[in-house]
Each structure stands twice: as structure tokens, then as C-alpha cells.
């Protein structure tokens, strides 16, 4: 079956940098576009941007484009999202879902606080 | 961006009885192909978001015919009949016509 398995709850200083992943199985990982998606309490789900996992596109909101960087490791089946330069504003559950449809990864907890 | 809005912060409800859920979008979501691109999730506490309707009226697989979607191009509707404890959570609208896809903030389904 397809699973979406996302990488353990991470606390991080401001303005350092983390990579939350996101290991797809049950499905060919190049099939289907990777989104990822924040959620916090006074935003609710924002969506953060795509990949294609086959050539690499990436497609991203404007609002997150200078804070967030998507890439996949095919040899892995394996999604990354790069966020740097964090403040507290970043911290949220961060979701990987499978074209932005029926299959979603648990969520990943970032926290940023020193 | 497309703003999508949920004008009801919450709903109660009494179990057994039927509930709707609205949703606009700040531009049609009606594409040229016919098909309209509108999702309706709900996510549960502590769970991620689940599909329940796809392309404004399609149901997803697995979800009970309980749940169903209508509307035109930018006014929205989830209709939940005989509804079930399971079914709290907070529901959200989600427009995937364009980039970025943008969603609703969500209404919280409660039981009266």
C-alpha cells in the first residue's frame, strides 16, 4: 500500500537550516508529484510548493520561495524539503502528500526556539 | 492567489442529523475541460487531512456516501447526511486549478 513516511520532529535554533524528508513506498516514486503543505493554528494549511520526482520541476508558492527548497532522491524514493534561515514564524506541522490528494505523510513537528 | 473562504468558523450538530459546509473561491474553479477543481478534506485531531470529494462532486474511495459535494464554479458545498461521531473534525475547502493551490480555514464540525 502506499505510504508517505516522514522524517521525527526537529528542534532547531533561529536562523539555522533543516531538511525534513518524506520516504514514499507502495507506488512508483516517479509517477506522482510530491506537495508539501504547513500547517499552524493562525494560518491554517498553506501550500508550500511541488516535485516531480522524474525530472526534478519544482513549482513553488511565491509566499515560500525564499524560504523552502524541494528536491528527490530517486535512488532512495526519498523527498526533501530544505528550510533555512528559520524564525519562530516557521514553526508548524509540515505535511508531504502525494499529489495533494488521498495519500498524506504523518506530519513533521518544527519547532524553532532557542 | 485564488482566496478560498469558509465563512463558518464551526457547525454543531446532532448526531443522526444532516449538516452543510460552504465554501467560495475568489475565482472559478470551473476549467474548460468541464471538470471544476475543488477538494474537500477533513482532518481529524491529531491526524493529517483525508480526501472526502474530489472534482467539487466525486467521491473518494473509501468514504462513506454520506458525504457529497455540489456547487457552481465558485460557490461550494459538503453536505454530510446522518452524521456520525467519526465525523468531527475540522473540514476544509482546497482550490487546485492553479498554482499555489490555496485552501479554506477550515470549519470545525461539532457534535451538539
Known amino acids: 500500500q502506499v505510504q508517505l513516511q516522514q522524517s521525527g520532529a526537529e528542534l532547531v535554533r533561529p536562523g539555522a537550516s533543516v531538511a525534513l524528508s518524506c520516504k514514499a513506498s507502495?507506488?512508483?516514486?516517479?509517477?506522482?508529484?510530491i506537495h508539501w503543505v504547513k500547517q499552524t493554528p493562525v494560518h491554517g494549511l498553506e501550500w508550500i510548493g511541488a516535485?516531480?520526482?522524474?525530472?526534478?520541476?519544482?513549482a513553488y508558492n511565491q509566499k515560500f520561495k525564499d524560504k523552502a527548497t524541494l528536491t528527490a532522491d530517486k535512488s532512495s524514493s526519498t523527498a526533501y524539503m530544505e528550510l533555512r534561515s528559520l524564525t519562530s514564524e516557521d514553526s508548524a506541522v509540515y505535511h508531504c502528500?502525494?499529489?495533494?490528494?488521498?495519500?498524506w505523510g504523518q506530519g513533521t513537528t518544527l519547532t524553532v526556539s532557542s | 492567489d485564488i482566496v478560498m473562504t469558509q465563512a463558518a468558523p464551526s457547525v454543531p450538530v446532532t448526531p443522526g442529523e444532516s449538516v452543510s459546509i460552504s465554501c467560495r473561491s475568489s475565482?472559478?474553479?470551473?476549467?474548460?475541460?468541464?471538470?471544476?477543481?475543488l477538494y474537500w478534506f477533513l482532518q481529524r485531531p491529531g491526524q493529517s487531512p483525508q480526501l472526502l470529494i474530489y472534482?467539487?462532486?466525486k467521491l473518494a474511495s473509501g468514504v462513506p456516501d454520506r458525504f457529497s459535494g455540489s456547487g457552481s464554479g465558485t460557490a461550494f458545498t459538503l453536505r454530510i447526511s446522518r452524521v456520525e461521531a467519526e465525523d468531527v473534525g475540522v473540514y476544509y475547502c482546497?482550490?487546485?486549478?492553479?498554482?499555489?493551490?490555496?485552501f479554506g480555514g477550515g470549519t470545525k464540525l461539532e457534535i451538539k
Open positions: 516535485i516531480d520526482p522524474e525530472t526534478g520541476v519544482t
Open positions: 472534482r467539487m462532486s
Open positions: 475565482k472559478s474553479l470551473l476549467h474548460s475541460n468541464g471538470n471544476t477543481y
Open positions: 507502495g507506488y512508483t516514486f516517479t509517477d506522482y508529484e
Open positions: 482546497m482550490q487546485h486549478l492553479e498554482y499555489p493551490y490555496t
Open positions: 502528500t502525494l499529489g495533494a490528494t488521498v495519500y
